[in-house]
């Protein structure tokens, strides 16, 4: 027997440990939901048990037999990205790790051993290599189309292709894609279409208006904005949730409900963010397009982008994200240019409230349309003055000029 102060407070906490505060009290509702966190799921007997695990195995909303399926805060943010993504389109939205685990689970779940997937060239990096490894060892070869084609993408279609990929404006060299051509053929040859809404969230583009079946989103760029969590969503028609959630399911893939309470909070801003970053970035894209240095800026809402008018008919603004190209500059000037700043800073991430700056080398990324141009810049104009960011440019662009020999 040990020597405790109190003989009679229990030498075992027991019951007490596990029934402590338990009951929630006094109702009260609040504006925000509260962070459910859970594994076990628990129900009141084995009917009721044997019910949800029905209803969880089938998909149908809401249904949880274990915290892997969903908590009342991921139920929240996967119900509100579905109905602001896809609008009034009936759709379900499955939410991922990060925005690549929810482009690799989709097209995993789409594709099967001898199908074939067009992607555009100009995707995100690591879509890319995921068709080119993980796909192509399961046997489902990848083509990567010219993402200028628009419905030209029809010659390359096969028997067995199954998919066409998009991303508009593309990685890096912001092509505006003939989305809604491409949704109409694809859907006239029985063919799946999806799209990464990374760059426009549906503030600025309802890719589900423009016919496609799934959109992929990046939830960790602007709908969280704030640059703290990483998370991703698959966003299908209605009729495509069953295989979605199967692919889903059976990988154990889930979200915390921390994080997911992180997007719903970062979401409530998202539309008010957009319009800034959008203010933003053309402020920028204007300035650098009188710079003597610059050769062109690719920012579809500049009249000078070469899909100006697609840009035009279907998208409802820009958001903070475009590239500019250097006219003459040795690597040393790219990194000066990139090494001196104050207020940008050196990152991949973007959608939060900081601005970003980086070179991008996409050589080993493109095939069908290899980049030609001089070297690239990728900017971030995030939520400080645009002057503040013009004079941060301009120092570059001396500390550039400083850098010739
Ligand atoms: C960042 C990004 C992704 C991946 O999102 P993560 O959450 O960082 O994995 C996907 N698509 C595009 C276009 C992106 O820029």
């Known amino acids: 027997m040990t020597n405790r102060p109190n003989p009679d407070s229990p030498a075992s906490l027991g019951a007490s440990l596990v029934t402590a505060a338990r009951s929630p009290g006094k109702p009260y509702e609040t504006v925000n939901l509260p962070v459910w966190r859970a594994s076990s799921v628990l129900f009141s007997n084995v009917a009721d048990m044997r019910a949800e695990v029905a209803a969880t195995v089938a998909g149908e909303r809401r249904a949880a037999n274990y915290a892997t399926a969903g908590t009342p805060t991921t139920f929240a943010l996967s119900d509100a990205v579905a109905q602001l993504e896809a609008g009034p389109h009936a759709a379900r939205a499955a939410l991922m790790p990060s925005g690549l685990s929810a482009i690799a689970v989709t097209l995993q779940a789409f594709l099967s051993p001898g199908d074939h997937l067009l992607m555009s060239d100009s995707v995100y990096g690591p879509a890319r290599v995921f068709a080119e ?6 046997g489902i070869e990848t083509t990567f189309y010219d993402p200028c084609l628009g419905a030209g993408v029809e010659s390359l279609l096969r028997p067995s292709t199954r998919m066409v990929y998009l991303e508009s404006p593309g990685s890096y060299t912001f092509e505006i894609q003939d989305t809604p051509a491409i949704c109409e053929l694809a859907r006239r040859r029985g063919v799946l279409t ?8 549906p503030v600025l583009a309802r890719p589900f208006d423009w016919g496609v079946d799934i959109s992929v989103l990046p939830l960790t760029k602007y709908w969280s904005g704030h640059a703290d969590v990483l998370m991703g969503a698959a966003v299908v028609r ?35 963010r957009m319009r800034a970053h959008e203010r933003h970035a053309l402020a920028l894209a204007r300035w650098l397009a009188g710079r003597p240095e610059v050769a062109r800026v690719l920012h579809p809402a500049l009249e000078s982008h070469p899909q100006h008018g697609l840009w035009k008919r279907d998208f409802l603004g820009a958001s903070g994200l ?3 190209e250097l006219r003459d500059a040795t690597p040393a000037q790219v990194d000066a240019l990139c090494d001196h700043r104050s207020h940008f800073k050196l990152g991949f991430s973007w959608g939060g409230f900081e601005s970003l700056i980086m070179p991008a080398n996409i050589g080993a990324l493109r095939t069908a349309r290899p980049w030609t141009g001089g070297p690239l810049i990728r900017l971030h104009a995030g939520l400080e003055s645009p002057d503040e960011l013009i004079a941060d440019l301009e120092a570059g662009f001396a500390a550039m000029a400083a850098a010739r020999d």
Do not use: K, Y
């Open 133 to 138: 490894g993980m796909l192509a060892r399961f």
């Open 194 to 201: 999806a799209i990464d809404n990374a760059w426009a969230s």
């Open 238 to 272: 209605e009729p495509l949730w069953p295989r979605l959630h199967q692919a889903v399911r059976q990988q154990g893939l889930c979200v915390s409900g921390d994080d997911a309470w992180l997007i719903l909070r970062g979401m409530r801003t998202l539309e008010v």
């Open 322 to 324: 475009f590239a500019f």
